[in-house]
């Protein structure tokens, strides 16, 4: 079974700190996803990455910086952390389908991060 | 930018009662996928739908894409306390990327 683990299930840190999420998958996914999810929003994607050292931008990346080093991992940054990016962030892991087809989304529990 | 719109966002029903929640998006999509959260949990596939019209059914569920590829449905029969939670659509844009709806949360009262 695909095993995708965020290092902190609740976080709570100061306006203006630096902010590290760490999100780590079992199954040699190519592909890494972080997105927020914020009530009556839905999930909403913030960056993603195909491949290590690779990197797209999702709907808002406004603020967040992410690093996927190894193929295992994919760190969200929060460069200096404000009280509007207090949300729920949920990373999600895929194989590479092909043609028109995609793997489906694997979630990790999400962590609950409160910016004060 | 392109967006994927669920209705609704919340549905109360009674166990036994059937259910739909509909998704609709502002521009074609190559495919859909519906996923499940359950409160206090993550999200977790159902099922994807690829071609134009497409119907597909899970034992009480039944999910459908448009003619058009823009709008899709899925339709629970006779609702369980089992089926709470909340309901996404994502559609896919591109290559990897993916749009997900709004959610509809379902509450079922026994």
């Known amino acids: 079974d695909v095993k995708v683990t965020q290092s902190s299930r609740y976080l709570v840190k100061r306006t203006g700190e630096k902010v590290f999420l760490e999100c780590v998958q079992d199954?040699?996914?190519?592909?890494m996803f972080w997105y927020r999810q914020d009530p009556g929003l839905g999930l909403r994607l913030i960056y993603f990455?195909?491949?290590?050292?690779?990197?797209e931008k999702g709907d808002i990346p406004e603020g967040y910086s992410v690093s996927r080093e190894k193929k295992e991992r994919f760190s969200l940054i929060l460069e200096s952390a404000s009280t509007n990016q207090t949300s729920m962030y949920l990373c999600?892991?895929?194989?590479?389908?092909?043609?028109?087809?995609?793997?489906?989304?694997?979630f990790g529990d999400g962590t609950r991060l409160s910016i004060l | 930018g392109q967006q994927v719109m669920q209705i609704p966002q919340y549905q109360h029903v009674q166990e036994g009662e059937d259910f739909t929640t509909y998704c609709n998006s502002s521009?074609?999509?190559?495919?859909i996928q519906w996923y499940k959260q359950r409160p206090g949990g993550h999200p977790v596939f159902l099922i994807q739908l690829v071609k134009s019209g497409e119907v597909k059914k899970q034992k009480r569920l039944t999910f459908q894409f448009g003619e058009a590829k823009k709008n899709s449905s899925l339709h629970i029969t006779a609702t369980q306390t089992t089926d709470v939670g909340t309901y996404f659509c994502a559609g896919r844009k591109g290559t990897y990327k993916y749009i997900f709806g709004t959610g509809t949360r379902l509450k079922v009262l026994a």
């Open positions: 521009t074609t999509l190559s495919n």
């Open positions: 990455s195909y491949d290590v050292k690779m990197k």
């Open positions: 199954m040699d996914h190519e592909n």
């Open positions: 999600a892991s895929s194989l590479t389908g092909g043609g028109w087809s995609n793997q489906p989304q694997h």
